[in-house]
């Protein structure tokens, strides 16, 4: 069973059962956490997928094994019948009663857990997070191009072919407007919501964008030389910019909860050669 976990607005997987057990015991993963898994209605605490324990069964105290001395010249008592079975029965009713508690527990709808987490406002990058974005793209291209002093000329950047960004810390992406002969980017795993300086990337056959928190898909749809897109895990709203990427071979589009199937079936109608990566998880009111 695959199980997808949900953090702060962010998702991760997918896992199987053994990885969120053991993410649980090392403490990377808590009990608040919220988990999905193929099958399941809603997102829930991960602590419900851990496996409960058996409360431990006490045994009975059991009556003395000495006998007290019997009164002399007095016949034997027999015993009420059934006495010996009262601790035994005692000790079923109780195990019952556990059982069925934890059935109560474990099938009770909790109120206070959402069914879909809830997610982090997108605002715009503030001056110092555009400004280190810049120096985090300028360090790349100069690594890239064997440049390390003296200002970045056209022709120099036209030399940039491919560029890997990903995981770099990226909240703007505007000095990447003017490379005019890219045609693989990476930019996987940063906190990039505006894509816009990337419709002049109009030689563009690769792009990862996965891991970000992109909206709005306006700005690809000229760039038709697309064949490779990788848009997991955002906050996509509508697939219709992408309609007319006829090259495009293959849409990765898993972890976006806003999309419903009926977008992903139009989009696949109007591009019958592209392989669409999805999954069936229930969407955001």
Not at 30 to 41: I, K, M, N, Q, R
Not at 192 to 201: C, D, E, Q, R, V
Request: aromatic content about 4%.
């Amino acid at each position: 069973m695959q199980i997808y976990i949900s953090r702060g607005g962010q998702q991760f997987g997918p896992f199987s059962r053994a990885q969120i057990q053991q993410g649980l015991a090392q403490g990377s993963l808590v009990h608040s956490d919220l988990a999905w898994h193929e099958g399941a209605p809603n997102w829930i605490p991960v602590g419900q997928l851990a496996p409960k324990t058996e409360p431990a069964k006490v045994n009975p105290p059991q009556p003395a094994t000495t006998p007290d001395p019997a009164p002399a010249m007095q016949s034997p008592q027999s015993a009420p019948k059934g006495a010996s079975k009262k601790w035994p029965l005692w000790g079923g009713i109780g195990a019952g009663v556990i059982v069925i508690a934890a059935l109560v527990w474990w099938l009770y709808p909790k109120d206070q857990t959402p069914a879909i987490p809830e997610e982090e406002p997108i605002v715009p990058p503030t001056p110092e997070q555009i400004e280190q974005s810049a120096k985090a793209i300028e360090k790349t291209i100069r690594q890239k191009i064997n440049k390390p002093t003296g200002s970045l000329l056209p022709a120099d950047l036209d030399k940039v072919s491919s560029l890997q960004l990903f995981d770099s810390g990226l909240h703007d992406v505007s000095p990447l407007a003017n490379l005019n002969h890219v045609t693989v980017l990476d930019l996987a795993g940063n906190r990039i919501s505006n894509i816009t300086p990337l419709a002049k990337l109009t030689n563009l056959e690769e792009l990862a964008l996965d891991r970000n928190l992109v909206t709005d898909l306006s700005a690809l749809a000229n760039l038709t030389k697309l064949k490779n897109l990788g848009l997991e895990n955002n906050r996509i709203t509508s697939l219709a910019p992408l309609t007319q990427l006829k090259q495009l071979k293959f849409l990765q589009l898993k972890n976006n909860r806003h999309i419903s199937a009926e977008q992903i079936q139009q989009l696949q109608s109007a591009l019958p050669n592209c392989r669409i990566d999805f999954d069936d998880r229930p969407a955001a009111n």
